[in-house]
């Protein structure tokens, strides 16, 4: 005869459940770095919903709520605890597209959870008016928070420069890492050209973020994200050339090959400042995507985004430094040329002459620069079309692989 079972404890029929010791919080952590200013707002956001559930809960377990609102009250007042948490750190469009889906994720999960206790019982008009009350007062206080988060939004875009950005850490830093050290000394002509170059720089970046992070999603974000940053990470390479090209003007031909291992450290410096963007890409992605969780139609185009800009930022960066380099390069030959044109017979040993084979230029603005590919590009020098070349033709080759 098989035993009977054991009687349960007294004391384990009574205790009160290990939910209690959680506010249920349905975001997981803080989905913002601890530098970022949202951090703090989540943070503090976080703690005013957490108190909000626990005297949520003390009514209920006290029976202190009112007969008119009963079950129904402790569901929609704790949905209200956090959708107000939700609705603090949205700062822009795209912002408010997750946090509207979030909501419908949020109530529907309220609904499974009102549900579950009637999936074993036979339905009944009864149980079927109650939940779809549920449902309906559900939805309403979604609209209601749909409303309050566009409020929010206006205020932040209102009080953000450029508009819908917030005050992020994370460009902070990259302003820091790549635009922060003037190449100039103090006394030097040139440092206060540099300084207004970087803030310059600083904007053209923010703006260019703003652009797809500001608005609601298209399909074109990925390419509108690609081509800014790109376009943005050569005019960067091309601050840095230009501010060194002093280089060239000062020392002449001894300092075309300085220069040429100058331009070599700056396409590596921009081609890292390229792989932080793309980073920044992913950290911008997943504060939204932690930050409004669930299975949403946001969430997946955003991570799509990020997936299509890794895979296509690097290569489109790395293309058009090197064009750029090339262009530097070049400019700088021609400064040099001009220089010894100038200086006469004294540098008669180190002078270029006119090429036989062609027109010669009497400053950049006579030469255009056509890339026909990765590896050659062609001459227009004073209207006149040269025969294609390729970067080692002008001592411009890939050295570390001992390539052309």
């Not at 420069?161 to 302003?175: C, H, I, M």
């Not at 608005?215 to 994200?225: F, Q, V």
């Amino acid at each position: 005869m098989p035993s009977l079972p054991d009687r349960p404890d007294p004391s384990e029929r009574f205790v009160l459940t290990d939910g209690l010791g959680s506010a249920a919080d349905p975001v997981e952590g803080n989905p913002f770095p601890v530098d970022d200013p949202f951090h703090t707002v989540w943070h503090r956001a976080s703690q005013t919903a957490e108190e909000e559930v626990c005297h949520i809960r003390s009514r209920a377990l006290s029976g202190l709520a009112s007969h008119d609102t009963s079950d129904d009250a402790y569901i929609l007042d704790t949905f209200d605890a956090w959708a107000k948490r939700g609705a603090s750190v949205v700062w822009s469009d795209r912002a408010v597209q997750h946090y509207d889906q979030w909501l419908i994720v949020y109530a529907n999960l309220w609904i499974d959870v009102v549900t579950l206790p009637f999936l074993a019982t036979t339905p009944t008009p009864a149980i079927g008016r109650m939940l779809v009350e549920v449902r309906e007062r559900l939805g309403a206080r979604v609209e209601a928070w749909k409303a309050a988060a566009r409020r929010t939004r206006a205020e932040q875009t209102a009080n953000s420069s450029p508009p819908g950005v917030p005050p992020e850490a994370g460009q902070t830093r990259f302003v820091d890492a790549f635009l922060r050290e003037n190449p100039f000394p103090v006394s030097h002509l040139a440092h206060p050209q540099w300084v207004d170059t970087s803030r310059q720089l600083a904007a053209d970046l923010a703006r260019a973020e703003s652009a797809v992070w500001s608005a609601r999603a298209t399909p074109a974000d990925a390419t509108t994200l690609v081509e800014s940053l790109t376009t943005w990470t050569a005019a960067y390479f091309d601050a840095l050339s230009h501010a060194h090209l002093i280089v060239v003007t000062d020392n002449g031909e001894g300092g075309l090959e300085a220069y040429q291992a100058v331009l070599d450290a700056l396409r590596v410096q921009a081609l890292k400042a390229g792989e932080a963007l793309d980073t920044r890409v992913s950290a911008q992605a997943q504060a939204l995507t932690a930050a409004f969780p669930g299975a949403t139609t946001s969430n997946a185009t955003c991570l799509a985004l990020v997936a299509e800009v890794h895979q296509r930022l690097m290569p489109g960066v790395t293309l058009r430094v090197s064009q750029r380099q090339a262009e530097r390069w070049l400019e700088a030959c021609t400064t040099t040329f001009s220089q010894q044109r100038v200086a006469g017979p004294r540098h008669a040993r180190g002078t270029v002459g006119p090429s036989p084979h062609g027109p010669t230029a009497q400053g950049w603005e006579d030469i255009e620069i056509r890339f026909l590919s990765d590896l050659k590009f062609q001459a227009v020098v004073n209207g006149t079309v040269q025969e294609p070349q390729n970067y080692a033709d002008v001592g411009f080759g890939d050295r570390r692989r001992g390539n052309d």
